[in-house]
């Protein structure tokens, strides 16, 4: 478990009153946003908000009951343990809010991606396109939301995705660069549209349902998403890690997400992850985005060449602060779902 036996108590004590909630249970509502994190951190977090929610419904007859039950905090956390096993067993089919809800590929969808153009077509000339067939409405209308987005698969060029499954795909540029899409790379393919469908989540949550978004950093190694260290697959492959291209494309974004976005760490409030891990390499991120912004004037050359010299005087937290100081406009190069940045 990822979450303690005294964040339990401080759970149990909030619902029947006793101490101030934690900060997620006091912005959480079950309609208002999505959990994201690593599975387990998803499936704790809203376990604890059921406990909660359960307990302080309650009359204040039975409430005194329940902090008698409880007042053991090890007897509450055998009992959050036990539902939180409990949605694993289902595969979190009756967490509502989880972000992988909509992107997680289960054995009943259908997910195909076709590649088009004749053989002897240039491989930069191909195109691909996705289609997906899935018994959820929900997940039906994000997919429909998500193929006319700047996302699509479709309108991505030949060279994304051959870096997007370069990510991915160790050893293998070489055969990718000879012949295009192959089918030896429909798996990384697949995980490269993974990617960017958790990327325009975020941005599909907030202006089309009006959510927040709860970033649970709990299981995550920090150091890791600053590096974007890969995670194998078997001993040819190997993937960029779902969570870690939300928080680089939340890092990256910031300048607008941060209206929307709230991290935590054992149901508290949390820094963002580039203000207490690696700074260094956030901000070489921040130098290295800086450079892809689409206005070519003199304030960016001038930025730039301020950016640098903080960050080669490891003066990181100014760094970064300068890198999200640009308005949002000027960061993206793939339309995104709305028109308000």
């Known amino acids: 478990m990822l979450l303690t036996e005294g964040d339990i108590g401080n759970v149990v004590a909030a619902a029947v009153g006793t101490r101030e909630m934690p900060a997620f249970l006091k912005k959480f509502t079950e309609q208002g946003g999505l959990i994201y994190g690593i599975g387990p951190a998803i499936s704790e977090y809203w376990t604890a908000w059921e406990m909660y929610d359960a307990i302080a ?116 540029a070489q055969a990718i660069g000879q012949s295009g899409y192959s089918k030896w790379n429909i798996t990384s393919m697949r995980q490269f549209m993974i990617r960017r469908a958790c990327k325009f989540l975020l941005y599909d949550e907030i202006n089309t349902r009006g959510g927040t978004i709860f970033y649970a950093l709990d299981g995550l190694t920090l150091s890791e998403v600053a590096q974007r260290v890969h995670r194998g697959l078997d001993t040819t492959r190997s993937k960029v890690p779902v969570c870690t291209s939300e928080l680089r494309e939340i890092f990256r974004m910031w300048a607008y997400l941060q209206n929307h976005v709230t991290f935590y760490s054992h149901l508290e409030n949390s820094d963002p992850p580039w203000k207490i891990s690696d700074k260094a390499e956030w901000s070489a991120y921040a130098l290295h985005r800086a450079e892809k912004i689409t206005a070519e004037t003199e304030a960016k050359a001038n930025l730039l060449r301020e950016l640098r010299q903080r960050h080669q005087n490891q003066q990181y937290d100014e760094a970064i602060a300068m890198y999200h100081s640009v308005p949002a406009m000027y960061l993206k190069k793939t339309s995104l779902p709305f028109d308000q940045v």
């Open 57 to 172: 419904t309650l009359s204040e007859e039975d409430k005194a009951t329940a902090r008698r039950a409880l007042s053991n905090t090890a007897k509450a956390y055998e009992l959050f343990r036990k539902n939180v096993n409990k949605h694993l067993a289902t595969d979190g089919m009756y967490i509502l809010a989880r972000s992988n809800e909509f992107i997680q590929f289960k054995g009943t969808d259908q997910l195909k991606v076709k590649i088009e153009g004749r053989k002897s077509t240039p491989a930069p000339q191909k195109s691909l396109s996705m289609s997906i067939t899935t018994e959820s409405d929900q997940r039906r209308e994000f997919f429909d939301r998500f193929a006319d987005s700047g996302y699509a698969i479709d309108k991505t060029s030949y060279d994304a995705v051959k870096r997007g499954i370069d990510k991915d795909w160790q050893g293998s």
